[in-house]
T-cell receptor, first 111, second 114 residues
Framework: AQRVTQPEKLLSVFKGAPVELKCNYS??????LFWYVQYSRQRLQLLLR??SRESIKGFTADLNKGETSFHLKKPFAQEEDSAMYYC?????????????FGTGTLLAVQP | GAVVSQHPSWVICKSGTSVKIECRSL??????MFWYRQFPKQSLMLMAT?????????EQGVEKDKFLINHASLTLSTLTVTSAHPEDSSFYIC??????????FGQGTRLTVV
């Protein structure tokens, strides 16, 4: 079964501290993994995807197939990073590109 | 990217009535749209895939007779919550997939059934 697990509901750090938001997935094939972010009073938007292997707003995420993980990292957190972060999965080969979301982690960056 | 707009942004209705929520893709022709439901402080749960010109595909456990989906054009999908009850109160979000890489989301509709 397809499943995305984000073990932390809330992650609180101080400004300038490193951040790691955990994401583990369960999927029988080769999935696409994404991180979506929702800032206060804004709609959900894409932060980054594993196939791009890019850094967005200082965030990176590496797909580890052995550990079935796709953790989101940033070396120095900023207050404007405070938001809800969702890890999402999409399977290859389907007729649609529907996403399966984790439960989300609220990142709170304290000044 | 695609611009996705939902209407209304919020609605309050009486128990037993029906409510229609619109999802419009403003600058992209979408053969497929997705409807999600989000409970407070919980994840987005995929309800159904809306297919232009054909029947929607519902996820397991979602009542298709209660949540009617119509996708009559490439820019509009509607979700109708029929005979709404307080337990249907939730945040409903639609999305459009562009190509095979990214999904764009509407701003969501807050439904409150009293």
């Amino acid at each position: 079964a397809q499943r995305v697990t984000q073990p932390e509901k809330l992650l609180s750090v101080f400004k300038g501290a490193p951040v790691e938001l955990k994401c583990n997935y369960s999927y029988s094939g080769s999935p696409e993994l994404f991180w979506y972010v929702q800032y206060s009073r804004q709609r959900l938007q894409l932060l980054l995807r594993h196939i791009s292997r890019e850094s967005i707003k200082g965030f990176t995420a590496d797909l580890n197939k052995g550990e079935t993980s796709f953790h989101l990292k940033k070396p120095f957190a900023q207050e404007e990073d405070s938001a809800m972060y969702y890890c999402a999965l999409r399977g290859y080969g389907g007729a649609t590109n529907k996403l399966i979301f984790g439960t989300g982690t609220l990142l709170a960056v304290q000044p | 990217g695609a611009v996705v707009s939902q209407h209304p942004s919020w609605v309050i209705c009486k128990s037993g009535t029906s409510v229609k929520i619109e999802c419009r893709s403003l600058d992209f022709q979408a053969t497929t749209m997705f409807w999600y439901r989000q409970f407070p402080k919980q994840s987005l749960m995929l309800m159904a895939t809306s297919n232009e010109g054909s029947k929607a595909t519902y996820e397991q456990g979602v009542e298709k007779d209660k949540f009617l989906i119509n996708h009559a054009s490439l820019t509009l999908s509607t979700l109708t919550v029929t005979s709404a009850h307080p337990e249907d109160s939730s945040f409903y979000i639609c999305s459009v997939g562009v190509g095979s890489t990214e999904a764009f989301f509407g701003q969501g509709t807050r439904l409150t059934v009293v």
